[in-house]
């Protein structure tokens, strides 16, 4: 089954997109798409937990709270993730998330994928907002 999220801030995106990982990482690949720089999508075939050919045993992106180092397991290299970027996550097993924020859908070069993905994003935010005035929450 297929999950929809809508982070309310980056932080709570990069902290998610950590936590699914590391729930349902069983050290087999996993599929991730993100928001590249230049708009176009990525999908890698990862794994994490790889260490091979790491200089000091210690990915470059340790120190950088958005990023998180996997192995392209189609590419055979090591990658870096932006996780304010992610859109999607599938572990196989029906584990799969789609991440639905505007600021990710508007960085997306391609209008047939970035419209109809901020509008999703703004109706599961409207939906949000319904639920919570109807529970007072």
């Given at each position: ?13 990069q ?65 870096a ?23 990710t ?33």
């Amino acid at each position: 089954m297929t999950q929809l999220i809508l982070p309310a801030t980056l932080l709570e995106k990069q902290a998610r997109v950590r936590q699914l990982i590391a729930q349902y990482d069983n050290g087999k690949q996993f599929t991730v798409v993100n928001v590249k720089a230049d708009g176009s999508l990525r999908e890698y075939r990862a794994m994490t937990g790889v260490n091979a050919g790491l200089k000091g045993n210690r990915p470059t992106t340790a120190d950088k709270p958005n990023l998180i180092t996997v192995f392209d397991t189609v590419a055979n290299q090591y990658r870096a993730v932006n996780l304010d970027t992610v859109l999607f996550l599938d572990f196989g097993a029906g584990a799969s998330f789609i991440f639905t924020d505007v600021s990710t859908a508007q960085k997306i070069k391609d209008k047939s994928v970035s419209v109809p993905l901020q509008t999703a994003a703004q109706i599961a935010a409207t939906a949000l907002n319904v639920i919570k005035k109807s529970l007072d929450i």
